[in-house]
T-cell receptor
Framework: DAKTTQPTSMDCAEGRAANLPCNHS???????VYWYRQIHSQGPQYIIHGLKNNETNEMASLIITEDRKSSTLILPHATLRDTAVYYCIVRLMNSGGSNYKLTFGKGTLLTVNP | NAGVTQTPKFQVLKTGQSMTLQCAQDMNHNSMYWYRQDPGMGLRLIYYSASEGTTDKGEVPNGYNVSRLNKREFSLRLESAAPSQTSVYFC????????????FGPGTRLTVL
């Protein structure tokens, strides 16, 4: 799986958009970008994933650059409950083979301030 | 629909003691996983079970054993606990193929003295 690079920490004001960057310059053509988050003392929570098109769901938007070397997770209206560590993970879609592993790095600690 | 449940929530062991961490899921998922998370670190995969009846080693399997008891349950056993195994343990489950969105339990906080 491709390695990812994320800032260690970021701050965001409540109600504003939080934009979390991730660099994955060695991503291969069939690897997906996944985002998970972990609120303090809880298990990680899946947010969103994408291949090359921008994706949006009820939690967030994912913007992937045209060359796929980087992406940005956008929380459109951050709340205090969005304070968490956000993990960007790159991996192949599992086709029933042996690729089940999610490799978690250290992620970005997003602190949403009142 | 409880999702992924883990027991116990907290445990303190003495070096050399054994214990089993229990995990169950009610989402009819084929695949289940055990991770550990040390302070300030990301999660590391200990063992996983792609489907009922199979188990495989992850990144850090030494000192652990697992049992996939049935489709719902996946247990993690420490035969002789060591202080280096002090950690938070998370169980997760997912469908077998496709995007494998993994659903995590609340964790077990284990301290080995």
């Amino acid at each position: 799986d491709a390695k990812t690079t994320q800032p260690t920490s970021m701050d965001c004001a409540e109600g504003r958009a939080a934009n979390l960057p991730c660099n994955h310059s060695t991503i291969s053509g069939n690897e997906y970008v996944y985002w998970y988050r972990q609120i303090h003392s809880q298990g990680p929570q899946y947010i969103i994933h994408g291949l090359k098109n921008n994706e949006t769901n009820e939690m967030a938007s994912l913007i992937i650059t045209e060359d796929r070397k980087s992406s940005t997770l956008i929380l459109p209206h951050a709340t205090l409950r969005d304070t968490a560590v956000y993990y960007c993970i790159v991996r192949l879609m599992n086709s029933g083979g042996s690729n089940y592993k999610l490799t978690f790095g250290k992620g970005t600690l997003l602190t949403v301030n009142p | 629909n409880a999702g992924v449940t883990q027991t116990p929530k907290f445990q303190v062991l003495k070096t050399g003691q054994s214990m089993t961490l229990q995990c169950a899921q009610d989402m009819n998922h084929n695949s289940m996983y055990w991770y550990r998370q040390d302070p300030g670190m990301g999660l590391r995969l200990i063992y996983y079970s792609a489907s009922e009846g199979t188990t495989d080693k992850g990144e850090v399997p030494n000192g652990y054993n697992v049992s996939r008891l049935n489709k719902r349950e996946f247990s993690l056993r420490l035969e002789s606990a060591a202080p280096s195994q002090t950690s938070v343990y998370f169980c997760a489950s997912s469908t077998r193929g496709g995007f494998n969105e993994q659903f995590f339990g609340p964790g077990t906080r284990l301290t080995v003295l």
